[in-house]
Nanobody, 127 residues
Framework: QVQLVESGGGLVQAGGSLSLSCAAS????????MGWFRQTPGKEREFVAG????????HYTDSVKGRFTISRDNAKNTVYLRLNSLKSEDTALYYC????????????????????WGQGTQVTVSS
């Protein structure tokens, strides 16, 4: 079992940047496919980005391509999400999630494919 703890959220002006981190407990982090999701009140949790176990493959939802970057450091048990050129519509509670197997590309987007979730970190973009 792994525990995930997000950090790095905050209030930023439109056009600004933030870096989110998700620290994982345990010694098997490198075996986990990881994803970032976000959710706003009244809406379903939506996929933002995913990364394979060795970091070699990344996936993004169309609305963040070219602006967000997911990465991981398996030696530090941490996955990151760099948010650039932020827009007001990026305002949400951001969650990281993990699955202890390899995921096919098309499966990163589904919340039900992840077994472990963090508590979330709030990102608020002011216009």
């Amino acid at each position: 079992q792994v525990q995930l703890v997000e950090s790095g959220g905050g209030l930023v002006q439109a056009g600004g940047s933030l870096s989110l981190s998700c620290a994982a407990s345990g010694r098997t982090f490198s075996t986990y496919a990881m994803g970032w999701f976000r959710q706003t009140p009244g809406k379903e949790r939506e996929f933002v980005a995913g990364i394979s176990r060795n970091g070699g493959n990344t996936h993004y939802t169309d609305s963040v391509k070219g602006r967000f970057t997911i990465s991981r450091d398996n030696a530090k048990n941490t996955v990151y999400l760099r948010l650039n050129s932020l827009k007001s519509e990026d305002t949400a509670l951001y969650y990281c999630a993990g699955k202890n197997v390899a995921l096919l590309s098309q499966n990163y987007v589904h919340t039900g494919n992840y077994d472990y979730w963090g508590q979330g970190t709030q990102v608020t973009v002011s216009s």
